[in-house]
């Protein structure tokens, strides 16, 4: 079984890499099929064992392998969150179709939260699909209506962007009833960042608090 456990944590991990991959390029309008990586500073690709995720950063001491430019922590810490959501998630629904429905509506929130945090580009190619998908799997319109009517609200009182509008119906449509709950105690944490930090929170609290109610 810790085999197992190993196995899916690294594919979370890769997952989270490829995760950068669409956080670094699609707020930049750029393909992410083709290139292959490559250093965003000497332009040099990297080679596949220069990509392991967590443990080439380690090896390379968070540095380029060709102009030793150092490599943003951000990425090896997104590739450990994929890998700990992946466990965590077969470790509470195993091979069940569960298991691979919430893995791909993290990946996705992954992708957005960190869009969110660097650079405020929310993918309408990732929310709208997502939305439509969330409704085949739950059938519910409850956690719709309310994700929708919550930032609305939030968005005439001029604490949220129009364009988060879809990503919270992307979250409600998967959440179905537990989107109340979840919003209610993401608020407080998302304030208090956008205030300090001036930056996107929302997305990145709405994820930890699915995390943790679908799980428990």
Not at 1 to 29: D, E, H, T, W
């Amino acid at each position: 079984m810790s085999l197992s456990y190993f196995l899916i944590f690294f594919l979370g991990a890769c997952i989270g890499s490829f995760c950068n991959v669409c956080v670094y390029r699609l707020p930049k309008g750029l393909s992410i099929i083709t290139p292959s990586s490559y250093c965003p500073i000497c332009k040099n690709p990297i080679k596949i064992w220069h990509n392991i995720p967590i443990l080439s950063f380690i090896l390379l001491r968070g540095r380029c392998a060709y102009c030793g430019s150092p490599i943003s922590i951000h990425y090896p810490i997104v590739e450990a969150v994929c890998g700990l959501i992946y466990l965590l998630l077969f470790k509470r629904f195993y091979f069940q179709y569960e298991f691979f429905i919430y893995a791909l509506f993290f990946t996705a929130f992954v992708i957005l939260s960190f869009c969110a945090l660097h650079s405020e580009f929310i993918p309408l190619y990732i929310t709208i699909p997502g939305v439509l998908l969330g409704l085949i799997f739950t059938g519910s319109w409850q956690g719709l209506a309310f994700s929708f009517l919550f930032s609305l609200f939030l968005f005439i009182v001029r604490q949220l962007e129009k364009k988060n509008i879809l990503l919270f119906m992307f979250f409600g449509s998967v959440m179905a009833n537990k989107t109340m709950m979840v919003c209610i105690l993401a608020l407080p944490f998302y304030l208090f960042f956008k205030w300090q930090l001036k930056k996107n929170t929302f997305p990145l609290f709405l994820l930890i608090f699915s995390l943790y109610f679908i799980l428990y």
